[in-house]
């Protein structure tokens, strides 16, 4: 048995398209009609259901009704060199007499009963004017104050298009950032130069205490041997003085014992 084509028509038939930028949430509208005489059961599947919210994401459909879906792609960073690879795919089955069986349906439908169609995402980026048309617009809407005809004609010349809002903010919030951080380096800068001169006064303090220590305690060690030597000195002169006293005195006494000798 062959499967069974799509009876619900979709609007648009292959591709969902989404209008950044995605910095927010973006919403496209799908429309699926059923044409024929029967209600029809759909369910709409993605391979990337983290990144959309779909409301509603099944249902039923009466015989000539339309349902539309809202597929809502949530905030990413987009990189245009990378090839989208999302898809959707819408299946449908004709409705079962009882509405309470639709579980029951779904869980047990064989692959041929099962009508499906499959959609693609497109990501597509506005053109530089028109995103600064929309920040214009929006800015407009934020302060109606620009709405005055002094504002209008600046924002509708040509500078003002050529030139986009978001670059000139991002400039200006960049400069005022770079100012900022200039002073902050130029102060530290400072600070860092008050510390090394305050380290190399601090280092030639303690060099000059070092050598004045180094004076004194040579000057200690020559004032020490100075002194030692004139001791050393003394005594000898002391020992060589009264080496010949006392050989006087022993020859005195010798005499003396020999004289006493001979008298006795």
Excluded at 109 to 117: E, Q, R, V, Y
Excluded at 188 to 215: F, I, P, S, Y
Aim: aromatic fraction near 6%.
């Amino acid at each position: 048995m062959s499967k069974l084509e799509q009876i619900l028509v979709l609007d648009p038939p292959s591709d969902l398209r989404f209008k950044g930028p995605f910095t927010e949430v973006i919403t496209t509208n799908l429309k699926l009609k059923n044409p024929s005489d029967r209600r029809v059961c759909f369910k709409v599947k993605t391979t990337a259901p983290r990144r959309y919210c779909v409301r509603p994401n099944s249902g039923i459909i009466d015989a000539g009704a339309t349902v539309t879906i809202s597929v809502m792609l949530q905030p990413f960073d987009y990189d245009p060199n990378e090839k989208s690879k999302h898809k959707f795919m819408v299946q449908s089955i004709f409705a079962p007499p009882n509405e309470s069986e639709l579980d029951a349906m779904w869980k047990d439908a064989k692959p041929d009963d099962l009508m499906d169609s499959k959609l693609r995402c497109v990501f597509d980026l506005p053109p530089e004017n028109d995103r600064v048309n929309d920040m214009e617009g929006s800015t407009d809407v934020a302060a109606p104050v620009q709405n005055s005809s002094k504002a209008a004609p600046v924002q509708n010349s040509s500078k003002a298009v050529d030139v986009p809002v978001a670059k000139v903010v991002a400039k200006t919030v960049s400069a005022s950032l770079d100012d900022s951080e200039m002073k902050k380096l130029s102060e530290e800068c400072r600070r860092l130069q008050a510390d090394m001169g305050k380290l190399t006064e601090e280092n030639r303090q303690l060099k000059d205490d070092g050598v004045r220590m180094r004076r004194a305690a040579q000057h200690s060690d020559h004032m020490t041997s100075n002194q030692t030597g004139s001791s050393s000195s003394m005594m000898q002169h002391t020992a060589a003085a009264s080496l010949p006293s006392l050989i006087v005195v022993i020859a005195a006494i010798f005499i003396g014992f020999f004289m006493g000798k001979f008298i006795l």
